[in-house]
C-alpha cells in the first residue's frame, strides 16, 4: 500500500526567511504528487502538482516543489515566507489517474515569526 | 463565493444517533468525496462519487453511508453514531481528468458525546 510521510510536524521560520517542508513517499511506481495548505478554519486548497516531465514544478503564491525518484521525494521551497505563509501544510499521493482518491500526510504546521 | 459548502458546520450528537452531513457544490464537477480529518492527521477517504446515483467505498467506510441523489448534493450518513466518529469531515469535488485537483468545502465538525 502507498504511503506518505511528513517527517516535520511543526516547523517555524521567520518571516523572510527561506523554507523547506519535507515528503517522503512509498510507492512501487511513480505517483502522481501534490501540497495543499489549510488556513486557520478553512478547507485544503491545491498549491501544487507533479504529474511527469520536469521535476520542479512551480505553484501558486511563490512556492515550488522538487521530485526526486530516487529518494522518492516531493520537498516544498519557498525562498523567502511571509507571515500569512502560516498554516498546515499537507503533501499527497495519488495512484490513479482521472480520480480524487489521495493518500495524505499527517501535515506539517507552519509558522511564521515577524 | 464558496463554490463548495457543508452543512451543519458544527454538530454535537448523541451516541447511538444518527447524522447527516451535506455537501453541495456549484462547480458542475462529476466526482465528490468525503474525508474526515482527525488532529494531528491527515485527511482520509470515506466515500466518494463519480456521478448522480453512484457511491462508492474509500478506504475507511465502515459505519458511514453515502447519498448522491444529483450532480449537485453529496451526503454522508452516520445511522448509529458512536464517538470514535468524532471528527472534522470535509467535502470536496473534483473535475473529471484532473487527477488529484480538489476543491474542498470547510469543514463539519461532529462531536459525539
Known amino acids: 500500500a502507498q504511503s506518505v510521510t511528513q517527517p516535520d510536524a511543526r516547523v517555524t521560520v521567520s518571516e523572510g526567511a527561506s523554507l523547506q517542508l519535507r515528503c517522503k513517499y512509498s510507492y512501487s511506481a511513480t505517483p502522481y504528487l501534490f501540497w495543499y495548505v489549510q488556513y486557520p478554519r478553512q478547507g485544503l486548497q491545491l498549491l501544487l502538482k507533479y504529474y511527469s516531465g520536469d521535476p520542479v514544478v512551480q505553484g501558486v503564491n511563490s512556492f515550488e516543489a522538487e521530485f526526486s525518484k530516487s529518494n522518492s521525494s516531493f520537498h516544498l521551497q519557498k525562498a523567502s515566507v511571509h507571515w500569512s505563509d502560516s498554516a498546515v501544510y499537507f503533501c499527497a499521493l495519488s495512484i490513479g489517474t482521472n480520480t480524487g482518491k489521495l493518500t495524505f500526510g499527517d501535515g506539517t504546521v507552519l509558522t511564521v515569526k515577524p | 463565493e464558496a463554490a463548495v459548502t457543508q452543512s451543519p458546520r458544527n454538530k454535537v450528537a448523541v451516541t447511538g444517533g444518527k447524522v447527516t452531513l451535506s455537501c453541495n457544490q456549484t462547480n458542475n464537477h462529476n466526482n465528490m468525496y468525503w474525508y474526515r480529518q482527525d488532529t494531528g492527521h491527515g485527511l482520509r477517504l470515506i466515500h466518494y462519487s463519480y456521478g448522480a446515483g453512484s457511491t462508492e467505498k474509500g478506504d475507511i467506510p465502515d459505519g458511514y453511508k453515502a447519498s448522491r441523489p444529483s450532480q449537485e448534493n453529496f451526503s454522508l450518513i452516520l445511522e448509529l453514531a458512536t464517538p470514535s466518529q468524532t471528527s472534522v469531515y470535509f467535502c470536496?469535488?473534483?473535475?473529471?481528468?484532473?487527477?488529484?485537483?480538489?476543491?474542498f468545502g470547510e469543514g463539519s465538525k461532529l462531536t459525539v458525546l
Open positions: 470536496a469535488s473534483g473535475a473529471t481528468g484532473h487527477t488529484g485537483q480538489l476543491y
